[in-house]
Every structure is written in C-alpha cells, then in structure tokens.
C-alpha cells in the first residue's frame, strides 16, 4: 500500500535568505527549485532502499546512521511539492519558491546568438553527448556530497539567473561563473571517473566529471584539458586550465553540478 510523508521540517518557516545562509554552510536540505533534498529513507542497519524520482535513480549515502536520499530539484518546479518513490512508497517533499535574478550579456560574436544551421546541427550533436555525460549513474558507495572549490576567484555569476543575450531570452543560467586569469589550473573538487571532454560549440572546451550515483560535475570555457575520457581522478588532481573557449565575454570557469541528471546551485555543495 502506497505511503505519503510530508517532509516539512521546520525550512519552509525560515526566510529564504536564512535558508541560503544554512545551506552554504554544509550541503544540508534546501528544497527549492536548484536546490537539493534530503529525506532519511531508513537506518543504516539495513541495505539502503531502491529510491528514484521522474524514473531516475538517486543518490543515497549514510548519515548518522540513517540512509538518505539526495534529490537534485529542477529549476522549473512549481512551489508546493514533488514525490520521490522510496521502495514500494511515495514520499513527498514540500518546495519552498525561490527567486533568481536576470543578467543582460553582450556577445560579440553574433553566430553565438543566432547559430546557423549548420552550428545548429553540430549544437544538437553535442546536447545528446554532454546530456549522456551528465545523466550518467554509476553505482559506488557515496562518501558525501561536499565539493572543494575547482579554482580560486571571485563567483561573478549566480546560478539560476535568467539570462539575455544581446537582448534575446536564454534559458536560465544552469552553473556558477568563477572569474580567474586564463591559464588558472583547474582541479577536480572530488575524486571521479572522467565521464566525457570535447570541444563544444557554446561550452568551449569542457570536462564533466561522474562521482558516482548520479552525481556529475561540469567545467568549460577551458583553455586546455588535461585529462581523457574514463581516466580516474582524485580530489585536488589539474583536470584543465581557465580559458575562454565557447560562448564568453572573457576568461572565467563555468563550474556546473548535478544530481539525478538535473542542474543543482554548486553554492549549496561548495565546502568553503
């Protein structure tokens, strides 16, 4: 028999900027839309449960002796709530709204704006190998979540800001833009498997790297990669330098994460 909890906590009684505050400081529940959930699914005493949300499987990793689920929360989710399913359960967790600004760019380089039909053929090319990279599910024991900074600098670009080029409405900003002078060694936050690099059309230069469970991290605009496909990586390991290859205004590092095939804010992940 089906089984609905509500995850409520006490987070939806706290205002959003307390709520930011909390969850920089350890990736910790934060039920927004680019945020992350954490539900307990169990004690550790037994095996972890089979836990997906939208027929994707989730993260699980062990804490305080309770299992819990780690659920990447899409940018275009309505306040109210989602369900996961846990077993043969459905939980549901309340999502409190959360707004992201805009941001106006200009772009020199027109064909960055209006590709033509031919960069629009090698754009789709490129979406199914970076969207199988980021979709990845590789089944490891999960250690924890937390991520060390991939390169030192000021983070000029919020996650979730819906962007304009050259006047012309973007899909929101699905990373965090760190500033760095090109040639800035770029270091895997966490130990991984690299899961693809290429050369891509508005990414430039890119390396996505697969911790495992569904848990994927992003890099572009390099100017060199310094690592293969399927290479293993420890944390703190060079992987590439800052570049501005792709679609830029000047050198910096577009530093993505996701969980469950879904784009999440890299602050709420970031240890420091």
């Known amino acids: ?5 509500l995850v409520l906590f006490c987070w939806a009684l706290l205002p959003l900027a307390m709520l930011a505050e909390i969850a920089n400081a350890v990736p910790e529940h934060s039920p927004w839309p680019g945020g992350i959930a954490i539900v307990d699914v169990g ?8 836990v997906s949300f939208l027929d994707r499987p ?8 309770r299992w819990n689920a780690v659920v990447g929360i899409p940018l275009d989710t309505k306040s109210g709530g989602l369900s996961i399913r846990v ?6 967790i309340a999502i409190v709204p959360h707004a992201y600004r805009e941001q106006r ?3 020199k380089n027109k064909s960055y704006v209006t590709p033509d ?3 629009l053929d090698r754009i789709a090319r490129e979406r199914k190998i970076i969207d199988a990279a980021l979709g990845r599910f590789r089944r490891t024991t999960a250690a924890g979540i937390e ?3 991939p390169v030192d600098g000021p983070r000029s670009s919020s996650f979730g800001l819906r962007r304009f080029f050259n006047e012309q409405p973007r899909s929101p900003h699905k990373g965090m833009d760190i500033a760095a002078s090109e040639g800035t060694p770029v270091i895997a936050p966490r130990s991984g498997e690299i899961a693809a690099t290429g050369d891509f059309f508005f990414n430039g230069n890119t390396v996505i790297i697969d911790h495992g469970q569904g848990f994927v991290t992003l890099y572009c605009h390099l100017s060199e990669i310094v690592v293969e496909e399927g290479q293993a990586v420890n944390a703190g390991e060079v992987i590439g330098a800052v570049g501005a290859t792709g679609r830029v205004t000047g050198p910096h590092l577009h530093f993505g994460t996701y969980l469950n095939g879904t784009a999440v804010d890299p602050a709420i992940l970031l240890a420091n």
């Open 147 to 149: 991520l060390e900074a």
């Open 43 to 50: 004690s550790t005493k037994q095996p972890p449960p089979p």
């Open 1 to 5: 028999m089906t089984r609905r909890i």
């Open 87 to 92: 077993g043969d359960n459905d939980i549901s």
């Open 58 to 65: 989730l993260l699980v990793m062990a804490r305080d002796n």
């Open 105 to 107: 760019l200009t772009v």
């Open 117 to 119: 039909q031919q960069q």
